[in-house]
Nanobody
Framework: QVQLVESGGGLVQAGDSLRLSCAAS????????MGWFRQAPGKERDFVAS????????YYTNSVKGRFTISRDNAENTVYLQMNSLKPEDTAVYYC?????????????????WGQGTQVTVSS
Protein backbone atom coordinates (compact mmCIF):
# COMPACT_ATOMS: atom_id res chain seq x y z
CA GLN A 1 0.00 0.00 0.00
CA VAL A 2 1.04 3.57 -0.59
CA GLN A 3 -0.76 6.78 0.31
CA LEU A 4 -0.45 9.80 -1.97
CA VAL A 5 -1.21 13.41 -1.12
CA GLU A 6 -1.06 16.14 -3.76
CA SER A 7 -0.52 19.82 -3.09
CA GLY A 8 0.36 22.99 -4.95
CA GLY A 9 -2.73 23.61 -7.02
CA GLY A 10 -4.40 26.99 -7.28
CA LEU A 11 -5.81 29.76 -9.45
CA VAL A 12 -3.33 31.39 -11.83
CA GLN A 13 -3.38 33.43 -15.01
CA ALA A 14 -2.43 32.18 -18.44
CA GLY A 15 1.34 32.15 -18.82
CA ASP A 16 2.00 31.63 -15.13
CA SER A 17 3.71 28.66 -13.50
CA LEU A 18 2.80 26.21 -10.75
CA ARG A 19 4.61 23.32 -9.16
CA LEU A 20 2.56 20.39 -7.95
CA SER A 21 3.91 18.04 -5.33
CA CYS A 22 2.82 14.54 -4.40
CA ALA A 23 4.04 13.12 -1.11
CA ALA A 24 4.02 9.36 -0.70
CA SER A 25 3.97 7.24 2.43
CA UNK A 26 3.72 3.54 3.06
CA UNK A 27 5.56 1.17 0.77
CA UNK A 28 9.01 2.09 -0.49
CA UNK A 29 8.52 5.00 -2.84
CA UNK A 30 11.33 4.07 -5.19
CA UNK A 31 9.61 0.79 -6.00
CA UNK A 32 6.92 2.66 -7.95
CA UNK A 33 6.84 4.39 -11.28
CA MET A 34 4.85 7.59 -10.83
CA GLY A 35 2.45 9.48 -13.01
CA TRP A 36 0.36 12.62 -13.18
CA PHE A 37 -3.10 12.62 -14.69
CA ARG A 38 -5.75 15.30 -14.98
CA GLN A 39 -9.50 15.44 -15.27
CA ALA A 40 -11.47 18.42 -16.50
CA PRO A 41 -15.18 18.77 -15.70
CA GLY A 42 -17.27 16.38 -17.77
CA LYS A 43 -14.22 14.70 -19.28
CA GLU A 44 -12.28 11.52 -18.74
CA ARG A 45 -9.12 11.36 -16.68
CA ASP A 46 -6.18 11.85 -19.03
CA PHE A 47 -2.48 11.12 -18.84
CA VAL A 48 -0.13 14.07 -18.36
CA ALA A 49 3.34 12.77 -17.48
CA SER A 50 5.12 9.82 -15.92
CA UNK A 51 8.54 8.93 -14.57
CA UNK A 52 10.30 5.65 -13.99
CA UNK A 53 11.42 4.37 -10.61
CA UNK A 54 14.95 5.72 -10.94
CA UNK A 55 13.91 8.86 -12.86
CA UNK A 56 15.95 7.67 -15.83
CA UNK A 57 12.91 7.83 -18.12
CA UNK A 58 10.07 10.30 -18.46
CA TYR A 59 7.08 10.45 -20.76
CA TYR A 60 4.69 13.30 -21.59
CA THR A 61 1.48 13.78 -23.43
CA ASN A 62 2.04 15.94 -26.51
CA SER A 63 0.06 18.90 -25.27
CA VAL A 64 2.42 19.53 -22.33
CA LYS A 65 5.79 18.72 -23.89
CA GLY A 66 8.17 21.63 -23.47
CA ARG A 67 5.97 23.22 -20.79
CA PHE A 68 5.70 20.62 -18.02
CA THR A 69 8.47 18.71 -16.28
CA ILE A 70 8.01 15.69 -14.05
CA SER A 71 10.68 14.86 -11.49
CA ARG A 72 11.04 12.86 -8.33
CA ASP A 73 13.08 12.86 -5.16
CA ASN A 74 13.28 9.33 -3.84
CA ALA A 75 14.96 10.50 -0.64
CA GLU A 76 11.98 12.77 0.06
CA ASN A 77 9.34 10.33 -1.24
CA THR A 78 7.95 13.03 -3.47
CA VAL A 79 7.13 13.46 -7.13
CA TYR A 80 6.75 16.88 -8.70
CA LEU A 81 5.11 18.39 -11.73
CA GLN A 82 6.54 21.75 -12.77
CA MET A 83 4.04 23.48 -15.01
CA ASN A 84 5.14 26.52 -17.02
CA SER A 85 3.36 28.65 -19.60
CA LEU A 86 0.00 27.49 -18.31
CA LYS A 87 -3.01 27.73 -20.58
CA PRO A 88 -6.74 27.80 -19.80
CA GLU A 89 -7.04 24.33 -21.31
CA ASP A 90 -4.74 23.05 -18.54
CA THR A 91 -7.55 23.68 -16.06
CA ALA A 92 -8.39 20.40 -14.32
CA VAL A 93 -8.06 18.39 -11.16
CA TYR A 94 -4.57 16.92 -11.18
CA TYR A 95 -3.95 13.49 -9.69
CA CYS A 96 -0.74 11.69 -8.94
CA UNK A 97 -0.62 7.94 -9.15
CA UNK A 98 1.76 5.08 -8.37
CA UNK A 99 2.38 2.08 -10.54
CA UNK A 100 4.01 -1.27 -9.78
CA UNK A 101 4.83 -1.41 -13.48
CA UNK A 102 8.46 -0.33 -13.75
CA UNK A 103 8.37 1.92 -16.79
CA UNK A 104 6.81 5.37 -17.19
CA UNK A 105 3.39 4.30 -18.40
CA UNK A 106 0.66 6.47 -19.88
CA UNK A 107 -1.97 3.82 -19.27
CA UNK A 108 -4.29 4.71 -16.42
CA UNK A 109 -4.92 1.01 -15.79
CA UNK A 110 -1.25 0.47 -14.88
CA UNK A 111 -1.66 2.62 -11.78
CA UNK A 112 -2.96 1.03 -8.60
CA UNK A 113 -2.72 3.92 -6.16
CA TRP A 114 -4.15 7.42 -6.50
CA GLY A 115 -4.15 10.65 -4.58
CA GLN A 116 -7.21 12.76 -3.90
CA GLY A 117 -6.34 15.38 -6.50
CA THR A 118 -5.54 19.08 -6.48
CA GLN A 119 -7.39 21.72 -8.49
CA VAL A 120 -5.54 23.81 -11.05
CA THR A 121 -7.46 26.68 -12.61
CA VAL A 122 -5.92 28.85 -15.32
CA SER A 123 -7.75 32.04 -16.22
CA SER A 124 -7.37 33.72 -19.60
Amino acid sequence: QVQLVESGGGLVQAGDSLRLSCAASGRTFRSFAMGWFRQAPGKERDFVASISRSASSTYYTNSVKGRFTISRDNAENTVYLQMNSLKPEDTAVYYCAASDYGGPSSNLLDYSYWGQGTQVTVSS
